[in-house]
């Protein structure tokens, strides 16, 4: 595989909604709903994912820390090293439920994928 | 001013549209209308500010590089150190006419501001 970065590769915060997520294996796992964004240094800190009904996940959001995606050039969207007995036990809400994320709970979403 | 930076300051990229931008006064320039953010990193380039016709500015949208920005809790929004003799000149384009964020137009954009 080959990933080139340059400055081109910027994506409108608009056209989010929607970027392809995929397992390691290619399968697509789902997109991205959302992203949560320290509002001081600017940089993603989660991303919200639905799996829309992958494995059976149901419609819950999950929000993944940032740098557990990688992006993949080739397939235009992000890889994660997720399978379903991790996202099981995963912290989820439903999409009109979203909660704050206070320190509290970007704690739990931290220490639940080991960061 | 007091400024306190915790975990608990994200914002979803969701909200983004319409977070208010002043400048060193206090006087509020308009609102921020999009991200542009890096895909590898996850780092916010580029906020994409409507002024709303402030100054008589139009409706045109400026990509502001982030690290001009600086966050105020105080007011909820970020503080930018532009004034019309620097807006005048700036790139800037309509909302339906979004260039391609390629080197190039990054380049001038990040030339124009002085980085």
């Given at each position: 595989m080959t990933t080139t970065t340059s400055i081109h590769d910027v994506i409108s915060s608009d056209r989010v909604e929607g970027t392809s997520v995929y397992n390691a294996a290619g399968d697509k796992l789902g997109t991205i709903d959302d992203l949560m964004i320290d509002k001081i240094s600017g940089q993603v800190r989660y991303a919200v994912m639905e799996f829309g009904g992958f494995l059976g996940m149901g419609t819950?959001?999950?929000p993944i820390p940032w740098n557990m995606l990688k992006y993949d050039t080739a397939q235009d969207g992000y890889v994660v090293p997720l399978d379903k007995?991790?996202?099981e036990g995963?912290?989820?809400?439903?999409?009109?439920?979203?909660?704050?994320?206070?320190?509290?709970?970007?704690?739990s979403v931290n220490k639940y994928y080991g960061f």
């Open positions: 819950d959001r999950y007995a991790k996202l995963a912290p989820r809400y439903a999409d009109d439920d979203v909660p704050d994320y206070d320190e509290a709970y970007s704690s």
